[in-house]
C-alpha cells in the first residue's frame, strides 16, 4: 500500500488538513485515456486507493496500464478507545490523501473503452467520495 | 482556421466581485494584451466563446469588435476553468497581427490503431509550430495505425500543412508503443509492498 518510506519530520501528528476549496492543479488528464475525477471533498485513505487500483486492474485483466495520481502522504492520528481525555495527542492510525473537487484520482490507458469505464466504475465503488470518469480531450496534457 | 467574430464590452468593475457579476450575466472576464498595447479588461459572451473554444481550441482566432469602436485579432493564450463545472473563468487574449509569424502550441490527435497486443503512450499532446496566426490548424494529426511495440512516433513524423513550420526539436517524442501488461506483471502491481503497521506507530 502507499506511504512515506518514514513520515516526514516535525509532520508526524499534523492537524486534520483543510478540506475547504476545489483542486487547483491536477485537474486534467495527463496521463493515459481516461480519468477518475472527485466531485467533493474527502480524506482518501491508502487502503480505499489500493482496493480501488485492484478492482480497476482485476476488470481489464490484461492489455492496460493504471496510473494513481494521488499519493497519501498525511497522518490521521485516533486516540485508543475508553480512553480519557488528555495526555497527548493519539497515534497514527491512517495515511490519506486530502482530496479536493475536480482533483483527477487514478488515469487509465486501455483499448476498449466500454471496458475502461466498466473497470473505472468499480474503481469508484470503493471510494468514499461522489466521482465521474471523465475521457482526455485533443491536445489536453 | 477561420476567424470568429465576437463582439465584446469594456469592463468597468474589477475584482472577484465584478468578476463574478460579469460571470452571472452570461458573460467571461477577458483580457487583452500584446504588441506592447496597453491592456484592456473586456467581457466576451459566454456562449460564443465555449462553442468557438470548443471548435477550434487554443489556436481560434477571435476578430473581436470592441464596444468602444475599436477592433482587435487576438488569440487566446490562457483559459482559466472551473474544474467541476468546465464553464470559462477568465481568458487571456494575445493581440495578433495578420502576416507576422507566431509561434503556438497546436493539439496532437493520434489516429488509426496500433497492433494488437500494443498499448500506446502519448507522450506530448501539444506541438508548437511557426506560423501565421490567420492560417493554423486546429490540429495536427499523426498516425499510429499497425505500429508494433518498441516503435515510437517523433514530431518529424507530423504532416505538416503549408506555410507552418515546427519550432521544436524533429526527434521529440509524441507516442511511443509498448507491448501491453500480462495479466501477471498487472496483478503484481502494487506501488509499495506492504509495511509491517508498526512503522506508523513510531
Partial sequence: ?141 | MSEVKISAELRMEFGKGGARRTRRAGKVPAVLYGHGEKPRHIALPARELAAAIRHGGMTQVFNIEISDGSTALALPKAIQRDPIKDTFEHVDLLIVRRGERIMVEVRVQLVGEAAGGTLVTHERATLPVLADPTRLPDRLEVSIAGLEAGSQVTAADVALPSGIALATDPGVSIAIVHAAPTAAQMAGESPVDEIDSEVIDV
Fill in chain 1, 1 to 141: 500500500m502507499l506511504m512515506p518510506r518514514k513520515p516526514p519530520k516535525g509532520f508526524r501528528k499534523p492537524h486534520h488538513p483543510n478540506r475547504h476549496g476545489s483542486a487547483k492543479g491536477g485537474t486534467k488528464v495527463a496521463f493515459g485515456d481516461y480519468g477518475i475525477q472527485a466531485l467533493g471533498p474527502a480524506y482518501i485513505t491508502n487502503r480505499q486507493i489500493e482496493a480501488a487500483r485492484i478492482a480497476m486492474n482485476r476488470h481489464i485483466r490484461r492489455g492496460g496500464k493504471v496510473w494513481i495520481t494521488v499519493f497519501p502522504d498525511q497522518a490521521i492520528t485516533k486516540k485508543p478507545a475508553e480512553t480519557r481525555m488528555g495526555s497527548g495527542k493519539g497515534s497514527p492510525e491512517w495515511w490519506v490523501v486530502n482530496v479536493k473537487p475536480g482533483r483527477i484520482l487514478f488515469e487509465m490507458s486501455f483499448g476498449n473503452e466500454t471496458v475502461a469505464r466498466e473497470a473505472m466504475r468499480r474503481a469508484i465503488h470503493k471510494l468514499p467520495v461522489k466521482c465521474r470518469i471523465v475521457k482526455r480531450e485533443v491536445g489536453e496534457a
